[in-house]
């Protein structure tokens, strides 16, 4: 199947995400079509002029007849749920995932025996909001997607998957789950604790802090508007990797305490944290050329080429 010939898409939750990867590759091309759990997230679907049912069995045989790749978007709790209907009912279609945790996916795609054409993946985009109504077709636009280069997999359903990445308008970063899992700890996880914390700090001065609070707090709480069992969701299967970088973060708020304390200076904070945010700043990104999927070495070669920054930009 060529780039041209683009094989449907089935996504499997149409919230957020899945709901915005389902209006983006029926944007791009596809024939997109899903399932979702809730009657009243069909509903609003369908309304909109999507093909989404609630009838799991039927969607994946819908699947298996059309050869789509199926794209797990629910939450990390349901997955392994999804995997059982997926290897009852559509076992030889190709998978990917848009989990915010790769190792786990990983490991009970590998339990219900669909690993030879599963690829790992996860779009770094999302709002505080959730269900159909935030979906939105440009929410991947510009942004970064994570695609899994992990031994073992197979290059028709990468190039499917990567393609599918970039006509959904992203750049793919190539990476092995368990370095995406301790990576998003630091970049996404850890993000969402700390605006939990900081909204509660904020809150515990009662109505006048909040009267007063302006744009450092606003930004720095954002995420914790997000619903709470999604965050959970989102950060509680990741607890080792998220565990390990709550530590390094108390031993950065612990010194500053310190040093505040005992000289009323929080110098080495704040410059140890300026230059990180201008090295975030300043990060380049270059494409990766070279390396074709299926070529000798070129799971390992895409691997070390995304620990560099690489992108992919077209396959």
Request: glycine residues 10%.
């Amino acid at each position: 199947m060529t780039r041209d010939q683009k094989a449907p898409v089935c996504v499997l939750g149409t919230g957020l995400i899945g709901g915005s990867l389902l209006r983006a590759a029926a944007a791009a091309g596809y024939v997109a079509f899903g399932y979702n759990r809730s009657q009243s997230g069909v509903a609003a679907a369908r309304t909109a002029g999507f093909d989404v049912d609630d009838d799991l069995p039927g969607v994946l045989a819908r699947a298996a007849a059309e050869d789509a790749l199926i794209v797990i978007a629910v939450p990390m709790p349901a997955v392994d749920h999804i995997l059982s209907s997926v290897a009852t009912f559509a076992p030889d279609c190709m998978l990917t995932d848009v989990v915010s945790v790769k190792a786990p996916v990983a490991a009970a795609v590998h339990k219900h025996g669909l690993g030879a054409r599963y690829v790992g993946g996860h779009p770094m985009a999302g709002t505080s909001e959730s269900g159909w109504a935030a979906t939105d077709p440009d929410l991947f636009r510009g942004a970064v997607w994570a695609v899994g280069v992990d031994p073992g997999t197979h290059a028709d359903p990468w190039r499917r998957v990567a393609g599918l990445a970039l006509d959904c308008g992203s750049v793919v970063v190539p990476v092995v789950a368990e370095e995406h899992d301790r990576a998003v700890a630091r970049i996404s996880h850890l993000p969402h604790v700390l605006a939990e914390a900081l909204a509660v700090a904020g809150s515990g001065g009662g109505p006048l802090a909040l009267g007063l609070a302006a744009g450092s707090f606003r930004d720095g709480t954002r995420v914790a508007a997000t619903a709470p069992e999604l965050v959970r969701a989102i950060c509680e299967p990741n607890a080792d990797a998220l565990l390990a970088v709550l530590e390094e973060a108390l031993t950065v708020l612990g010194a500053a305490r310190d040093t505040l304390a005992e000289n009323g200076s929080l110098a080495d904070l704040t410059r140890a944290g300026h230059d990180a945010r201008n090295a975030y700043e300043t990060a380049q990104r270059w494409e990766i050329t070279d390396i074709r999927p299926g070529d000798h070495a070129w799971l390992e070669r895409l691997h070390e080429a995304g620990q560099r920054g690489g992108v992919i930009t077209t396959v």
